[in-house]
């Protein structure tokens, strides 16, 4: 593939033995206690009781567990089918920017990123921060140079966030127009999409900013005061931003194949509800699905644990503005989540402890002690499970 952009200077991940600050790196502090697994797991516990045996009464549902034992089984064996495609596309998206040519990481290495990144996602109450700086986190012990991770990083979420926004933008704007069947509200078509309209307004000036707009800043911020150490520590904020947006741009024209990963990790993951409306009875609009999965999914911003609670919440209510049975809804999207956020975390612990394995041979390889169990220790991680 070509090299596009505005990247930083170092374009190939540093050789197995090189410095670049690799031995450095730690993995991200994760202190897990028993107060707060304890705490993590009291509170799935309400969220599913709420949602499986509260909410049902109170909608009439009637006793929903029985309910989606009674779906239909195919229905469901191809959500779960859709929801292992869409995790497939995240993968390929991954090594589509992150992965070019040969170097430490493989298609394995690659499975084992991707999906502990997205176990951690699910289930600490970060916005998605915590699987952010765990493959942010093997990259760098990979070799990979530390601006040239955050430029991808920046690219990777971009080149996913956009099918998000674009989405929003689309077919708010075809339901509000009466183009897509379904209809639906001002406030849930025409307003998100006036919100993703400013995100690509927003991407577009960042993108636009000077190549040199980080020296410009650090030019000005010479001196010793506070304000030039401030200005001069921001100044790397837009100038990544900017760099991550062109990056992304660049691999846009660059018409890799492996970029239709977003779009299938996005379009399985929206099928396999879809599924769940045909599993226990008949299906709105697709554009409907479509618009109400996005609005939900910004439950995930909320400070819990993968969202969980606020996405479930923000999709039954998002059904219920377009006038969707509610009954149907709640079984839908319950079911729905039992396969989306359940799925991949299991698998996802599993390659967790796989990956730090394949660290802790990445840093023999490189020259540095590995911890005496042979693995690479997590700090504070699975060990401080231990603590009180």
Not at 96 to 124: C, D, H, K, N, P
Not at 273 to 288: E, I, K, N, Q, R
Request: aromatic content about 12%; some cysteine.
């Amino acid at each position: 593939m070509s090299r596009t952009l505005e990247e930083p200077q170092t374009q190939a991940a540093a050789p197995a033995g090189g410095g670049g600050g690799v031995h450095e790196e730690e993995m991200p502090r994760v202190v897990l206690t028993r107060r707060r697994v304890i705490g993590f797991v009291l509170f799935v516990a309400t969220i599913i009781a709420f949602f499986y045996f509260v909410l049902p009464k109170l909608s009439n549902v009637g006793t929903t567990v029985h309910r989606i034992e009674g779906g239909n089984t195919w229905w469901i064996a191809i959500g779960v089918v859709l929801e292992l495609l869409s995790f497939a596309g995240y993968v390929i998206l991954f090594r589509a920017v992150f992965v070019r040519g040969r170097g430490q990481i493989g298609w394995s290495e690659s499975y084992e990123i991707t999906m502990a990144g997205l176990a951690a996602t699910r289930l600490f109450a970060a916005a998605g921060a915590g699987g952010v700086a765990l493959t942010a986190w093997a990259l760098r012990r990979s070799g990979m140079d530390r601006r040239l991770v955050a430029c991808r990083m920046v690219a990777f979420l971009v080149l996913l966030y956009v099918v998000y926004a674009g989405s929003l933008l689309i077919d708010g704007i075809g339901l509000a127009s009466g183009l897509f069947p379904g209809g639906g509200p001002f406030a849930i078509t025409v307003i998100p999409a006036i919100v993703a309209a400013l995100l690509f307004a927003g991407a577009g000036a960042v993108a636009a900013l000077p190549g040199d707009f980080e020296r410009r800043l650090q030019r000005r911020a010479d001196g010793s005061g506070r304000f030039a150490h401030w200005l001069a520590r921001a100044a790397s904020v837009p100038a990544l931003a900017s760099s991550g947006v062109r990056t992304a741009i660049g691999l846009v024209r660059s018409r890799d194949p492996g970029l239709l990963g977003a779009l299938a990790w996005w379009g399985f993951d929206i099928s396999v509800l879809w599924a769940m409306f045909h599993a226990f009875g008949s299906a709105p609009p697709f554009t409907v699905i479509w618009m109400a999965y996005f609005v939900g999914m910004l439950g995930n911003l909320l400070p819990l644990p993968g969202g969980l609670g606020g996405v479930e919440g923000g999709m039954i209510g998002a059904f219920a503005a377009f006038g969707v049975d509610f009954n149907l809804a709640v079984l839908a999207v319950i079911a729905y989540r039992a396969i989306s956020f359940w799925l991949p975390t299991l698998p996802g612990a599993i390659a967790y402890f796989q990956l730090r394995r394949k660290v802790a041979q990445w840093r023999e390889e490189q020259g540095e002690p590995a911890s005496p169990d042979g693995r690479e220790e997590p700090v504070g991680a699975a060990r401080a499970l231990g603590a009180g």
